[in-house]
């Protein structure tokens, strides 16, 4: 069988062997149920806590601290079992637990990380938690909506919501909301007859589906789909197929991760090799005792060559942007996706909801010959009601009256003071128009208008009317699409004339074309004057004509006022806004145009049709150069998603309804509306706006692009450090061949505590203060960055030369120490401290691109109190005798204190006073 909108009901319930009397009976129900199991969302294979645990200890710099581990833990056994040193031993088992702690406390903020799951498909799950009203054994009965099997006679009346995909075999005014999966608010009118060709969803008129609710009228239906073969499987199934996306920064740190872990062996076996040939030169041979008194500065290597803080530091920095973000009401849900944001190159979002208000507003009218302009929108009754021609401006009244009294919609106030609607969003539109001209329809009723009969709206005649009474005696007001309005229309009133409407009607078809052009739905109101007979006993077709024509109403679904200077923000930042939506190509292409997404009229806009007809090739050809897509569904708009992807960009993606939870899953990252979103468009997201304002994505881009800059300034901060770290032993491996003084030549210059603690304290407390800082001039007039490139890009000359001089002061710090005749641990530890200050005052000089003296050390409080808490902790270590035993460092005469204080600080301002020079310099050519 075709699908069941394009095949008679009579075939449909033919092809699924059930009979619209009768029902299916409950032995045939329980054997479909076996056979097509329940109707119910079903979940993709979750992967266990045990695995997402074991998978943080498999990263490779991971991998490399437990090497040093072990072989720290190889060196205490032989110290505690064959040379007897058990004062070597205990350091190398503190320098193993040591290190070992630091592997867990990694391993632990990763895999809380990895513990925040998406709860999308639970969401769906809970949609399908009712009831239905099932035909079984010939009898009507209320079944859990789990039950339901293809077959099924349903009914369903105003309120209910439908439970499974069905055809419906008979209908009575019913109007049905499928904003879930269309986007669109509008009710959808529904009837029987099959369709002649295929049509996207939300033009199948014949058919419901799940998770839908119907708003207006009855029907009875039989199931065609439940669980995953509804549309709604399909969403939730596209969801459980869309792998996780890395982030743009946890793609450029496993990038650096590979090439630091590649770096770090090399070196660990150049160093062994290095101390095992200086044993070999000394002592004409290499024992096993001489191998493994070489481990040590190995370890030390091994720890130094690794950024054993990037990942805390990287968390708490991401942490911060978040923090940053809730501030401007955005709630992310990824710690990544904060960095993310400011990588962005386009924004794929939806119409509806998000670019839009989603509050129908009657913003125009044309009535008694004359055009009105409207203000306000939403649904408070505040905006004044203005002729376009202040020299035309007739009565119209009598159109606003027919409007309001012609409706079954009402707006009211709740307790916060927020105008709540209630019934069609067309009507309520009408209704909130006559509160701005000082209508109600109650106070109408009350002053005289009766309301007699009501004919409603139904999908056939596509017209609702009203017979009323009044001191001016019946009339019958009708309201409905202009094109079938105006086939049963007589006259037009034209400044309170009666005008036949073949002499109007290319004005009116103008009207209505102006309107249109302006993403305006019409509708048109008349009346009819009658004699109580009629109004009493006439027939729909005898009142549904020759009607006078009071006016049409232009009614949009009103741009958010604040989009428009966004998407000029975001364009200046080289950002792409993209709308994505179910409603039809020109009204798209209008809101556009007003949002400033397109420039001109003749921007392309590809629809539904015709993505379908599109290869994925063809899409990419496009993709970079279309800006509006119209009448999509949930698949379309994935693809469009991936194909920008396939062209390297990086695309975030924002919607409300369900149907844009695949879209948000695919996208690098998905943005959802906080007030309007569904609950799974919320799961599946990793940015939530809590004020669905679309100028919170700017605020959040920017805020992303803030973090991006602190985490490079960090993260120079780090490999600085880890550059000098590594130069310092390296020098002490290859230059220092023979004892100096009370210093052995194997002895490293930094024990592997020693270099754990500038990694952990002075190293990251200042680094993660950088993520405080604010934001260089004219970041949002720079183009979002490549993702591709190294995150390094334009630092490495920085580093190195920075790192090599660093390096050089240290070890010209410890070969001072050691030939003014200093124990090891006191040459270390002037080591250790030249190089603990050497950062800290690097880290005022990381916090720009540029020198130190580009930036108020002052405006940064958090990085002064943590440089001041490195400072002072980092000297207590080598005074405290504990940590004199754990660490290896030793209390220092008073002067030498002041020098491994000040002397480090040289390098900094010469390095930074040589650039400003040259800055200048180069400025001034």
Known sequence: MQQPYRTHKAEVLKSLDTDRQTGLTQ??????????????????????????????????????????????????????????????????????????????????????????????????????????????????????????????????????????????????????????????????????????????????????????????????????????????????????????????????????????????????????????????VENGGISFDAFINSLSPSIAIAVAAIPDALPVVLSIVLTIGAATLAKNRGLVKTLNSVETLGATNFIASDKTGTLTKNQMTVTRFYANGATFSVEGSGYAPAGDISPVDDNDTPDYTGFVRSAVLNNEASVHQDEQGHYVPYGNPTDVSLTVLGHKAEFDRDQLQNNGYEIIRVLPFDSTRKLMSVVIHSEDGYQVLTKGAPDVVLRVTDNVLDHDQFVP???????????????????????????????????????????????????????????????????????????????????????????????????????????????DQMSDAQLRDHVLTTRVYARVSPEHKQRIVQALQAHKAVVAMTGDG???????????????????????????????????????????????????????????????????????????????????????????????????????????????????DKPEADLMQQPPRDVHESILKGMVGRIALRGIVMAAVVFASFLWAANAGYTLPMAQTVAFLTLVFGQLWHAFDARSNKTIFHRNPFDNGRLLLAVGFAATSSILVTMIPFFNTVMGTAPLPPICYLYVIFFPAIPTFVISGIKALWLRSKGAA
């Not at 205990?90 to 513990?115: D, K, M």
């Not at 999308?120 to 079984?136: C, K, P």
């Not at 009658?530 to 006439?538: F, M, S």
């Not at 369900?658 to 997201?685: F, H, Q, S, W």
Request: one cysteine or more.
């Open 658 to 772: 369900i149907n844009d939870a695949p879209a948000l899953r695919a996208a690098d990252i998905g943005i959802a509306m906080g007030i309007n979103g569904t609950a799974v468009t919320k799961d599946a997201a990793d940015l939530i706006l809590l004020d669905d304002k679309f100028t919170t994505i700017t605020n959040s881009v920017e805020a992303g692009r803030t973090i991006f800059g602190n985490i490079r300034n960090f993260m120079r901060q780090e490999l600085i450090t880890n550059v000098a770290e590594v130069l310092t032993l390296l020098f002490g491996a290859i230059f220092i061949l023979s004892d100096i003084g009370k210093v052995p030549s194997t002895a490293p210059i930094l024990s592997a505590l020693m270099v754990l603690w500038v990694n952990m304290i002075s190293d990251s407390l200042p680094s993660f203060a950088l993520g405080y």
């Open 27 to 280: 032995t045939v129900a329980e054997a479909r149920q076996t056979e097509y199991g329940p109707n119910q969302m079903q979940r993709g294979e979750q992967t266990p806590a045990w695995k997402m645990l074991l998978k943080t200890f498999t990263e490779p710099l991971v991998i490399i601290l437990f090497v040093a581990a072990g072989l720290a833990l190889l060196n205490a056994g032989y110290d505690f079992f064959n040379t007897g040193d058990v004062e070597h031993g205990r350091a190398a088992i503190y320098e193993a637990v040591a290190i070992i702690a630091l592997i867990l406390l990694n391993a632990g903020i990763a895999f809380f990380q990895a513990r925040s799951t998406q709860k999308s498909l639970e969401a769906l799950e809970s949609m399908t938690e009712r009831t239905a009203n099932v035909m079984r054994d010939q009898d009507w009965e209320e079944v859990p909506a789990a039950q339901l099997v293809p077959g099924d006679i349903i009914c369903v009346n105003t309120g209910d919501f439908i439970e499974a995909d069905v055809r419906f075999l008979s209908v009575s005014e019913l109007q049905v909301n499928e904003a879930h999966l269309t986007g669109e608010a509008e009710p959808i009118n529904k009837q029987t007859h099959a369709l002649d060709e295929d049509v996207p969803l939300g033009d199948r008129t014949n058919m419901g589906y799940s998770g839908s609710m119907v708003t207006h009228g009855n029907a009875i239906a039989v199931v065609t789909g439940t669980g995953m073969d509804t549309e709604l499987g399909h969403i939730a199934t596209l969801l459980d197929q869309v792998p996780d996306q890395r982030t743009p920064i946890e793609r450029a740190v496993a990038r650096l991760t590979k090439v630091l872990m590649r770096i770090a062996i090399s070196l660990v076996f150049f160093t062994l090799a290095v101390e095992l040939i200086k044993t070999y």
């Open 501 to 611: 409407l073949a002499e109007k009607k290319d004005e009116i078809e103008a009207k209505i074309l102006e309107f249109a052009e302006q993403a305006l739905r019409t509708l048109a109101v008349t009346c009819r004057t009658i004699d109580e007979d009629l109004a009493q006993n006439g027939s729909m077709e005898e009142l549904e004509q020759q009607l006078t024509l009071l006016g049409i109403a232009g009614i949009i679904d009103p741009p958010r006022p604040e989009v428009k200077q966004s998407v000029a923000t975001l364009r200046h930042a080289g950002i792409a806004v993209i709308m994505i939506t179910g409603d039809h190509a020109a009204t798209a292409k209008a809101i556009a145009l007003r949002l400033g997404i397109i420039q001109d009229n003749d921007a392309e806009v590809i629809d539904g049709p015709m993505l």
